[in-house]
T-cell receptor, first 116, second 115 residues
């Protein structure tokens, strides 16, 4: 398995501001992903963080709102831009150890974001 | 639009009994399947993965996959109060070749093991 850490663990932000969430994996991984879990809901994939190229976003998520970086095989950031209360959620980083679809994916502890 | 369906529960099972959790999926292209356990306030923890038809056992857990029926299940034997959690079913396209696909999750089943 992989050990994944995220910073910050939680934050309270004002409407209109931006927050950058960091994700660090303890080993080199092929794939990294960002998910959102809204209160009382399941996980929704935001995007795949591609190393060395632009992230691949799911329907309903755009780069201007959720810019993602992945400068190397162990680190990624997700920025939540121009926040509104609807962005209050838990944001989770995930890593897949191999290149195959059946390889296991592991999750970080999450970042709990509250927007006032 | 890929869909993963789970009964939200709560599913209440007496301690020591078998808990049976079910999941159906809409996309026949889906090939790999995962069960995660999520305790309240925590992130999902991987329990098992399965991609071949049939059963896969790991300790007290057994995953069952039937691709013809587009159905995957998780059995928990000798259920313990510590098994009380939300169980998430997740699917992904593709068996080999990877690609950029992340997981599509069901809404989860809330399991309660009664002492």
């Amino acid at each position: 398995s992989a050990v994944i850490s995220q910073k910050p663990s939680r934050d309270i932000c004002q409407r209109g501001t931006s927050l950058t969430i960091q994700c660090q994996v303890d080993s080199q991984v092929t794939m990294m992903f960002w998910y959102r879990q809204q209160p009382g809901q399941s996980l929704t994939l935001i995007a795949t963080a591609n190393q060395g190229s632009e992230a691949t976003y799911e329907s309903g998520f755009v780069i201007d709102k959720f810019p993602i970086s992945r400068p190397n095989l162990t680190f990624s950031t997700l920025t939540v831009s121009n926040m509104s209360p609807e962005d209050s959620s838990i944001y989770l980083c995930s890593a897949r150890l191999g290149a195959w679809a059946y390889n296991e994916q592991f999750f970080g502890p999450g970042t709990r974001l509250t927007v006032l | 639009q890929k869909e993963v369906e789970q009964n939200s529960g709560p599913l209440s099972v007496p301690e020591g009994a078998i808990a049976s959790l079910n999941c159906t999926y809409s996309d026949r292209v889906s090939q790999s399947f995962f069960w995660y356990r999520q305790y309240s306030g925590k992130s999902p923890e991987l329990i098992m993965s399965i991609y071949s038809n049939g059963d896969k056992e790991d300790g007290r857990f057994t995953a069952q996959l039937n691709k013809a029926s587009q159905y995957v299940s998780l059995l928990i034997r000798d259920s313990q109060p510590s098994d009380s959690a939300t169980y998430l079913c997740a699917v992904i396209d593709g068996y080999s070749g990877g690609g950029a696909d992340g997981l599509t999750f069901g809404k989860g089943t809330h399991l309660i093991i009664q002492p």
